[in-house]
């Protein structure tokens, strides 16, 4: 009896479909609409709506910080649809969060107790559709025509590139811009632009970079445009032995 759903893809500086201020509101007004209705048998608890609609809220938040964690391990994944890639998150995600899940139900009405982890899990990815719905509406209406993927034509205006799921960000002068691409592939038509993977989501052209921002042991490269690209800890001595640091 979990509310999950996957936000694999999207905007702004992480793969995600909307900032996770926007994405912890979406969770928690879903966890409040099932908590009213109710759903498998929920409205019978003890304790009135009150406490259904906080249980569902809280078991929503919990997917959503599960599946945040889950998304920032979908780069390391293999390439595979998108549509698959949502499908295992949400069965992968689901196992662990039935579990404790059904644990805190348990101490809170102890009758659910008698309900089997396996029926309990089935619940949970019923209770996904919903959620699921929503993804596969924002991230269809987010998906880039075909007409962008081939030729791609960057030009020579490219700040930077930055990855998101199966998709490149091209950050210019005047904007930026998704196309449906591999990062090496978008690379690779940047012939005659100066530039370096610095991160293995992220190319920047030299030219952009304004200044080096050192936190720690975490280094990042502020860009004329305002953004700022992480490096990674492979690529800062490449990055030195090219005069960038």
């Known amino acids: 009896m979990t509310a999950v759903a996957s936000h694999l893809g999207g905007e702004g500086r992480h793969p995600i479909l909307f900032p ?4 912890v509101a979406l969770y928690a ?3 409040g ?8 048998g929920s409205y019978l608890n003890d304790g009135g709506p009150a406490v259904r609609v906080a249980f569902w809220i809280a078991t929503s938040l919990l997917s959503c910080i599960t599946f945040d964690l889950l998304r920032m391990l979908a780069p390391r994944a293999p390439a595979l649809p998108h549509w698959l890639t949502v499908l295992i998150a949400v069965m992968l995600a689901n196992l662990p969060l039935s579990v404790a899940i059904h644990a805190a139900a348990s101490l809170m009405w102890p009758n659910l107790a008698s309900i089997g982890w396996l029926q309990w899990y089935g619940q949970s990815l019923l209770a996904s559709t919903p959620y699921l719905a929503v993804h596969a509406f924002l991230w269809a209406s987010r998906r880039p025509s075909r ?11 490219v700040l930077c590139l930055q990855m998101e799921d199966h998709y490149v960000r ?6 930026s811009r998704l196309v449906h691409a591999s990062l090496g592939r978008a690379t690779a038509e940047l012939k005659g632009v100066e530039g370096m993977q610095v991160h293995r989501s992220w190319w920047v052209a030299r ?8 936190d720690n042991r975490n280094m990042r490269l502020r860009l004329r445009n305002g953004l700022e690209a992480p490096v990674g800890r492979t690529r800062i ?3 030195r ?4 640091l």
């Open 207 to 214: 030219d952009a970079v304004e200044s080096v921002i050192e």
């Open 29 to 31: 007004a879903m966890g």
């Open 237 to 239: 001595a490449a990055l």
């Open 33 to 40: 609409f099932l908590g009213l209705i109710g759903p498998f």
């Open 20 to 23: 996770r201020r926007r994405m």
């Open 241 to 244: 032995a090219g005069g960038w």
């Open 147 to 157: 007409t962008q993927s081939i030729p791609l034509r960057l030009g020579r205006d």
């Open 170 to 175: 091209v950050h210019g002068r005047d904007g």
